[in-house]
């Protein structure tokens, strides 16, 4: 590995496992992060197989030009979090559990908590999901640390980080996790702290366990990189007898996107467009389709977020020899101009 992602020193070694390190491919490879940016925020979902090792750390950078804010006050509601966990005192039974991600009161979080995950840094902001399931309420550190000063700083300003407890380990030693809560998918909502980037990609490192040993596994580290980007339809429309035939492209982040879907309207008058067709998009952008009659044309795509096998190839640089797993993209919706149809 020819550099480290983060140089901060920390206590549980489960952000240390972000350093250099010969990855060792163990049962933890299904590891993903969706990013979705609205008007207020941006939505997180990170996710893996139930049957994957157990997370001891995940951290998510956010891209490289987000802008942040992070004076609000203490007991301020950033958003909704929903997580799933595979109860291991429960038989193993999918438990849910919703709550809210709020802003921690100085002293909410124990100075040793906040050590044995970040060590020495000090946060941006002190985070807590405050969940509840069966009657428990359970409460989950979650930090924003700068990367200022550190060889991922180039990634963007801030990463959010966040440790679990062991599941697996005996039924009564210390810090095991609450009815043996493996989570396996959360999703936040953080509203007002990261601005809109046009494109960008956020990238998580996930540290496992070493399975029933409660010790984070550093040869393990995956990371899992989230692109976003804008989408864009453009048409034109041909004469074709009464009709036309209407093709266009769909892009995002300024290059071909397959996949999308797009309902293509016509009509007599720019003003009333109402004859309708679905098409599908092919996987180098294009989609064409035929109208008996019409004169003016216009095209609404939307595209689901989807596998993005490219961005790992882009973040390659910032994190070496360190495997790069199931890389996504975000969805979209666009629309096109109006066109009149010409020979």
Same mark, same amino acid.
Do not use: H
């Given at each position: 590995?020819? =550099? =480290? ?17 010969? !990855? ?29 090792? &157990? ?24 958003? %909704?979090?929903? *997580? ?22 100085? @002293?909410? +979080? ?12 000090? %946060? ?32 963007? &300003? ?38 809109? +980037? ?9 540290? %496992?366990?070493? &399975? !029933? ?7 393990? +580290?995956?990371?899992?990189?989230? !692109? ?19 093709? @266009? ?17 016509? @009509? ?32 609404? *795509?939307?595209?689901?977020?989807? *596998? *993005? %096998? ?12 360190? &495997? ?20």
């Amino acid at each position: 590995m020819k =550099r =480290r992602i983060w140089t901060i020193s920390v206590g549980l070694a489960a952000l240390a496992a972000l350093i250099a390190v010969p !990855a060792a491919m163990a049962a933890y490879t299904s590891a993903k992060l969706e990013i979705t940016q609205t008007a207020t925020g941006v939505v997180v979902k990170a996710s893996l197989d139930p049957n994957d090792d &157990p997370t001891a750390a995940v951290v998510i950078a956010a891209p490289s030009g987000t802008q942040l804010t992070t004076n609000q006050a203490p007991g301020a509601v950033l958003g %909704p979090v929903r *997580a799933i966990v595979k109860a291991l005192d429960l038989a193993g039974a999918d438990l849910p559990l919703e709550g809210q991600l709020v802003v921690a009161a100085p @002293g909410q +979080v124990p100075a040793g908590t906040q050590t044995a995950c970040i060590g020495a840094a000090q %946060p941006l902001a002190t985070w807590v999901m405050v969940l509840t399931a069966a009657g428990q309420t359970l409460s989950v550190p979650t930090y924003l640390v700068s990367t200022a000063g550190t060889n991922f700083a180039a990634a963007g &300003p801030a990463f959010i980080g966040i440790c679990l407890p062991p599941p697996d380990v005996p039924v009564g030693t210390p810090g095991r996790a609450t009815f043996g809560a493996k989570v396996y998918s959360a999703e936040l909502t953080i509203n007002g702290v990261f601005s809109r +980037v046009a494109t960008g990609a956020w990238i998580s490192s996930w540290v %496992p366990y070493r &399975p !029933a040993a409660g010790t984070p596994n550093p040869a393990g +580290v995956v990371v899992a990189p989230a !692109a976003v980007a804008p989408g864009a339809v453009s048409i034109a429309a041909k004469i074709s007898g009464r009709g036309a035939i209407v093709s @266009g492209t769909v892009t995002q982040g300024g290059q071909p996107r397959g996949g999308a879907t797009v309902t293509i309207l016509g @009509g007599s008058t720019k003003s009333r467009l109402t004859t309708r067709k679905r098409v599908r998009v092919a996987a180098n952008g294009r989609f064409t389709t035929r109208f008996a009659v019409g004169t003016f044309f216009r095209a609404d *795509a939307s595209a689901a977020g989807g *596998a *993005a %096998p490219a961005v790992c190839t882009q973040v390659q640089p910032l994190i070496g020899a360190i &495997p790069c797993v199931n890389p996504t993209v975000n969805g979209f919706t666009a629309k096109s101009k109006v066109v009149r149809k010409k020979k």
